[in-house]
């Protein structure tokens, strides 16, 4: 499985963007979606993440809960980050991830994940 993550730039506080990640896999649809984020000089820590198949669960961490959403297609392969009201400490490399047999209790645990994206980085300016 290979994720390309793109979407990421230079936006001012209080911008929109909205990171996508693409996977090359057929059976996408059974693999649970996961965004995670490293800030310069900070370890990498979980943003949100969307269950398998349709979607229907999803978790955020309280930092980005009521501004960001995650999002999925699986006719193309695809997951999606989109980032609302978006803060200076918002500024940091994010990563999608993959992975199977995560259940809801871990699904902010990058090491339940098995396949990262290469990162996109997303700089928010005041």
């Not at 999606?80 to 200076?88: D, E, I, R, T, V």
């Not at 992975?99 to 699904?107: A, E, V, Y």
Request: with cysteine; aromatic share 12%.
């Amino acid at each position: 499985v290979q994720l390309q993550a793109c979407g990421g730039g230079l936006v001012q506080a209080g911008s929109s963007l909205r990171l996508s990640c693409a996977a090359s896999v057929s059976t996408f649809s059974t693999y649970v979606m996961g965004w995670f984020r490293q800030a310069p000089g900070k370890e990498r820590e979980f943003v949100a993440t969307i269950s398998r198949y349709g979607g229907g669960s999803t978790s955020y961490s309280d930092s980005v809960k009521g501004r960001f959403t995650i999002s999925r297609d699986n006719a193309k392969n695809a997951v999606y980050l989109q980032m609302n009201s978006l803060k200076p400490e918002d500024t940091a490399v994010y990563y999608c991830a993959a992975g199977r047999g995560i259940i809801h209790s871990t699904g902010a645990d990058p090491g339940a994940y098995t396949y990262w994206g290469q990162g996109t980085l997303v700089t928010v300016s005041s």
